[in-house]
C-alpha cells in the first residue's frame, strides 16, 4: 500500500490541527496504522498507533487525552486530531502501515518502526507563537 499524508502547517500554541493519510493499493482497514513524529536532532518515535482489526491503540503519554487516531474505511484513510498544541509536538509526522504475519499489539508497533513497510512522505507540523 501507498500511503500519501497531508494536512501539516503552521498553528500557535493550543490550536488544532488534523492530518490526513490516504491509502492507495491496498485496504487500509486491514492493517496496523500508526503516526510517527520526528523532531529536528531526534529520533523518529511512535505518537499512536493501532494493531490491526483495531484490537488496541498505542497513544504515547505525552499526547493522550490531546491526540486521537482514526481511520475511515470507506476513504481508505485515517486521521491524526491534534488538539491544544504545544510547541513539544513540532516535528515532521508521517503515517505508517504493516500487514505482520505475526500479530503485534500497539504497544510494539510504536517501539519498533522497523515493522512498518509503507510510510507516507511526512508533512510538517510547527507550533508557535
Known amino acids: 500500500v501507498q500511503l500519501q499524508a497531508f494536512g501539516g502547517g503552521l498553528v500557535r500554541p493550543g490550536e488544532s490541527l488534523r492530518l490526513s493519510c490516504a491509502a492507495f493499493g491496498g485496504t487500509l482497514g486491514r492493517w496496523s496504522v500508526g503516526w510517527f513524529r520526528q523532531a529536528p536532532g531526534k529520533e523518529r518515535d511512535g505518537v499512536v498507533c493501532?494493531?490491526?482489526?483495531?484490537?488496541?491503540?498505542y497513544y504515547q503519554d505525552s499526547v493522550k487525552g490531546q491526540f486521537t487516531i482514526s481511520r475511515d474505511t470507506t476513504k481508505n484513510s485515517m486521521y491524526l486530531q491534534m488538539d491544544n498544541l504545544k510547541p513539544e509536538d513540532a516535528g515532521v509526522y508521517y503515517c505508517?502501515?504493516?500487514?505482520?504475519?505475526?500479530?503485534?499489539?500497539?504497544?510494539?508497533?510504536?517501539?519498533?518502526?522497523?515493522?512498518?513497510?509503507?510510510w507516507g512522505q511526512g508533512t510538517l507540523v510547527t507550533v508557535s507563537s
Open positions: 505508517a502501515a504493516a500487514l505482520p504475519r505475526t500479530y503485534y499489539s500497539s504497544t510494539y508497533l510504536c517501539l519498533h518502526h522497523e515493522i512498518f513497510t509503507s
Open positions: 493501532i494493531s490491526r482489526e483495531d484490537i488496541s491503540t
